[in-house]
C-alpha cells in the first residue's frame, strides 16, 4: 500500500488560498474501479482510496506514515506565480504594452 503526500494547490474557483496550507496524506489505488453491469455505476472494492488526512506540516504526515509502516512518496510544493494586478490598471498610462483591440 502506497500513500502520497502532498499539500493541495489552489483550485481554479477559488479566489483565496483557503485549503492550500495543510498536507494530505492519500493512499493510492490498489485494485482497478469497474463498472457495475446494471446502473453503469463506478465502483471500487478498495475503501482506503477514500481516506483522506490532513497535517499541519510535511513532517507530521511523514511521521504519521513511517509509524503505521507505509511506503510513501512526497510531492514538492507547486507554489503559484501569478501577478497580481487590478483592473485599472489595463488603463494606465504607463502601461508596459500599449492596450489596443
Same mark, same amino acid.
Given at each position: 500500500?502506497?500513500?502520497? /503526500? #502532498?499539500?493541495?494547490?489552489?483550485? !481554479?474557483? %477559488?479566489? +483565496? ?9 492519500? *493512499? =493510492? %489505488? ?18 482506503? %482510496?477514500? /481516506?483522506?488526512? !490532513? *497535517?499541519?506540516?510535511?513532517? &507530521?504526515? /511523514?511521521? #504519521?506514515? &513511517?509509524?503505521? +509502516?507505509?511506503?510513501? &512518496?512526497? &510531492?514538492?510544493? @507547486? =507554489? ?8 485599472? =490598471?489595463? *488603463?494606465?498610462? =504607463?502601461?508596459? *504594452?500599449?492596450?489596443? @483591440?
Amino acid at each position: 500500500m502506497t500513500a502520497r /503526500i #502532498y499539500r493541495p494547490a489552489k483550485t !481554479a474557483m %477559488q479566489s +483565496g488560498r483557503g485549503k492550500t496550507g495543510r498536507w494530505m496524506l492519500v *493512499f =493510492d %489505488q490498489e485494485q482497478p474501479r469497474s463498472v457495475e453491469p446494471l446502473m453503469g455505476y463506478t465502483s471500487a472494492a478498495d475503501m482506503k %482510496q477514500q /481516506i483522506r488526512l !490532513a *497535517f499541519d506540516t510535511r513532517e &507530521e504526515a /511523514i511521521a #504519521y506514515a &513511517e509509524r503505521r +509502516g507505509l511506503r510513501y &512518496e512526497v &510531492e514538492t510544493e @507547486h =507554489d503559484a506565480t501569478r501577478i497580481m494586478s487590478s483592473y485599472s =490598471d489595463n *488603463f494606465r498610462p =504607463d502601461r508596459r *504594452f500599449p492596450w489596443t @483591440h
